[in-house]
């Protein structure tokens, strides 16, 4: 695995052999949860004896502020600040706003919080780096710029991380989702060893090729929040602090959360009504898309997918029939992808080429004023 220190613009071209098939590793459908490998991380990055993210006498940004200041950083790029996808997510990369949005030649920018849900990493709020509930701070942009690299150390000044007083590099980590029939070449962004970010330019998604290609940061909102505030559990991330200096931390927020979202997902959630549930979402689906509406049948992919993670942490699922439900999910999926090149696609391209002209006309007619 190669690091990349900063300085070495991540390049963009596909490179010879960088498609390898990944192996499924998590027990749940989408990618591997970036909550697994923090721990150890992080002491390898307090053993570095490394700078401490905030300058000391400065007050680190709670975990609202955190999100904040990333939000007014990327609309300050131009991207479009959309709220969290109402629906059950494994990671930020399943939401429409990013899947089907990759799709197509049109423009688009966007940045939000997605709040993200792997049932079988929950441990009833027993581990302090491992939960089934997370979020996660996701930026596309398609086309990806030249200067992607730059802008994203700039996200990381503006969250009070100085690139220059840190080890800050890019780890070699191509990405692969087999239920969306999606891949890209990507990096893990570490910074004094601890893997902060992913950076991905997205090659191809439910079997499509993107063109352009758009790259895909997605910051994992907790672990750096807790390398920002110095703290060893996300439950001790402070979340919000007011003027009367009141503070509320993560687990006064989601702790308790954890703990009834665990027993509902291990021992509670009806297995029965899971699997009937499957059913009828996966027919739901080819039904909607009989309509040509892949828009609303995407939204019962995901249900699909929540489904089987649920079933999956239930531990009622042989490997056999759980290859089986991955291959299901993915057919849904790129059918959802087929249509939505089909019929919003080229909508997105239409309107986006009419803007153009009414601007460049626009600007015609001011230059002869």
């Known amino acids: ?6 300085g070495a613009q991540a390049p963009l071209e596909k490179r010879p052999g960088a498609h390898k098939q990944a192996e499924q590793t998590s027990q749940q459908l989408g990618e591997t949860s970036p909550q697994a490998a923090f721990a150890p991380a992080q002491q390898a990055a307090c053993a570095t004896g490394s700078a401490p993210a905030i300058a000391q006498g400065t007050l680190a940004p709670t975990f609202q502020e955190l999100i904040m200041n990333l939000q007014r950083y990327w609309a300050a790029q131009g991207c479009v600040i959309l709220q969290p996808y109402d629906n059950e997510v494994g990671a930020g990369t399943n939401a429409p706003a990013t899947t089907l949005r990759s799709l197509g ?38 086309p990806s710029p030249d200067n992607i ?42 910074i004094d060893g601890m893997e ?13 090729e993107c063109s352009p290609v758009p790259v895909e940061i997605a910051y994992g909102l907790e672990r750096l929040c807790m390398y920002i505030q110095s703290v060893d559990s996300m439950f001790d991330i402070v979340w919000a602090r ?14 308790e959360n954890e703990r009834q979202y665990s027993r509902y997902n291990f021992e509670v959630a009806d ?22 509406l892949p828009l609303p049948a995407y939204d019962c992919v995901l249900k699909c997918s929540h489904a089987f993670n649920l079933l ?20 849904i999926a790129k059918a959802c992808c087929e249509s939505y090149m ?24 001011e230059r002869h004023e």
């Open 342 to 365: 089909k019929h919003v696609a080229p909508l997105y391209e239409k309107n986006e080429a009419a803007a153009s002209t009414q601007v460049n006309a626009t600007t015609k007619g």
């Open 196 to 208: 902060v970010t992913q950076f991905t330019y997205f090659q191809q998604v439910g079997g499509f």
């Open 312 to 331: 999956d942490a239930r531990g009622v699922i042989s490997a056999t029939e759980r290859t089986n439900y991955i291959l299901r999910v993915r057919s």
């Open 242 to 255: 007011g003027d009367d200096g009141v503070t509320f931390t993560y687990g006064d927020v989601y702790l």
């Open 271 to 292: 297995t029965d009504f899971l699997f009937r549930e499957f059913e009828a979402r996966e027919k739901e689906c080819k039904d909607i898309l009989a309509h040509n």
């Open 105 to 142: 030649k049109g423009t688009w920018r966007t940045a939000y919080v997605q709040g993200c849900r792997r049932p079988a990493d929950g441990r009833y709020g027993e581990n302090p780096n491992r939960t089934q509930h997370y979020f996660q701070f996701q930026v596309l942009i398609k």
């Open 149 to 190: 690299q730059d802008l994203y150390l700039g996200s990381l000044r503006a969250i009070g991380i100085d690139p220059d007083k840190h080890d800050v590099r890019f780890v070699e980590d191509d990405w692969e989702s087999p239920t969306l029939g999606a891949w890209g070449l990507g990096w893990e962004v570490w």
């Open 1 to 6: 695995m190669d690091a990349q220190p900063i």
